[in-house]
């Protein structure tokens, strides 16, 4: 009988079996259907999340412009802000949905249930989809992949309010914590306030992302300065200034101009580099690997027990109203 087994190595003068280019058929194929990443903006009014969401978009997109003006969608009444980039032959379709309008009453009771649900639809439209026997090659991915949470710069610590909602959100989704409007600390009270804030999280049990689970030797050491950095203390502005000859996004005061864009004015780019640049694919990963999975198993579940308590239950009243 012949050996079975197959020596590999083209040196061997044998058979090439091609098992290494499947780094690049997977890096090909990704490339050719690109990539979808959609964010969510949450926190209370005034606190500069339409200002950051186009900063973020002008960032990205007109400055791949060299700089010029580029009309932004607004955010005022439609939540959602969609560009389809291209870079490097890849694509990336980035959406930014905004929630206007949360925390702003007197009895802010229960002011994140239509953010929750927010999430949990997109979860609930997804597994619709993965369910129906006729499957989509590709679902459409609306879930949101990364949370923003804007904190209130008060310099003292979380709010309440604060608590209750990121108490929700991080079970559901990746969360990243912003202070906003950096610009009204001073240096010293940015450090103690972003102290307290990571205190106040332990403190709550609030996991932020990055999470420790699952990450490797290489991910934990730029995690390390990550979570040095969190809360990232950012600024937005959707304003173009010259400096030395240089179109820069920032906001001039009497006393002088805080650049956007400046790691060592805010924590912005440090931000946006970690969202678009570093972690992208970990959040979209880690929202399917844990979050939906969380929320897929515990609908299935449920309807499992349904089904087996009552033996005659007809498919059509388990449709997507009771998931
Ligand atoms: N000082 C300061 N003001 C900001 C910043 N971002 C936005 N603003 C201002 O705060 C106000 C409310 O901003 P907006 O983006 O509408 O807040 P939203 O209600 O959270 O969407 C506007 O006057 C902005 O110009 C910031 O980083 N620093
Ligand atoms: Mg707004």
Not at 39 to 53: A, E, I, N, P, Q
Not at 99 to 108: A, L, M, V, Y
Not at 228 to 238: D, H, K, L, W
Request: proline share 4%; hydrophobic share 35%.
């Amino acid at each position: 009988m012949p050996q079975a087994s197959l020596p590999l190595s083209p040196a061997e003068g044998v058979t090439y079996v091609g098992i290494d280019t499947l780094q690049e058929q997977t890096r090909v194929k990704a490339l050719r259907r690109g990539y979808t990443f959609n964010l969510l903006v949450v926190g209370r009014s005034g606190l500069g999340k339409s200002t950051l969401v186009n900063t973020l978009f002008k960032s990205t997109v007109a400055r791949r412009k060299s700089g010029e003006e580029e009309p932004l969608p607004s955010t005022t009444e439609v939540k959602t802000v969609n560009a389809s980039l291209m870079e490097g032959g890849v694509r990336l379709n980035l959406t930014v949905t905004d929630t206007p309008g949360f925390g702003d009453h007197i009895n802010n009771e229960n002011c994140w249930e239509p953010i929750v649900s927010y999430i949990e639809a997109q979860y609930a439209q997804y597994l619709k989809e993965e369910q129906k026997v006729d499957r989509l090659l590709r679902i459409p991915d609306t879930r949101i992949h990364c949370c923003v949470y804007f904190i209130s710069p008060t310099g003292h610590s979380l709010s309440s309010l604060d608590v209750e909602v990121l108490k929700r959100l991080d079970k559901i989704a990746n969360v990243v914590p912003v202070i906003a409007k950096a610009d009204t600390l001073t240096i010293e009270e940015r450090v103690a306030f972003k102290e307290r804030i990571r205190a106040d999280l332990i403190d709550h049990g609030i996991q932020v992302y990055p999470l420790h689970e699952h990450e490797d030797a290489d991910d934990s050491q730029e995690n390390i300065k990550i979570r040095e950095r969190i809360p990232f203390a950012v600024v937005g502005s959707t304003t173009w200034h010259d400096v030395h000859g240089k179109k820069v996004l920032g906001r001039r005061s009497n006393w002088g101009l805080v650049e956007v864009e400046n790691k060592g004015h805010n924590d912005f780019a440090f931000m946006r580099d970690m969202l678009i640049r570093t972690h992208m694919q970990d959040l979209i990963g880690s929202t399917a690997e844990r979050h939906y999975e969380n929320f897929r198993r515990n609908k299935l579940s449920t309807k499992a027990s349904i089904v087996n308590g009552q033996d005659a239950v007809d498919m059509k009243d388990l449709d997507e109203s009771k998931i």
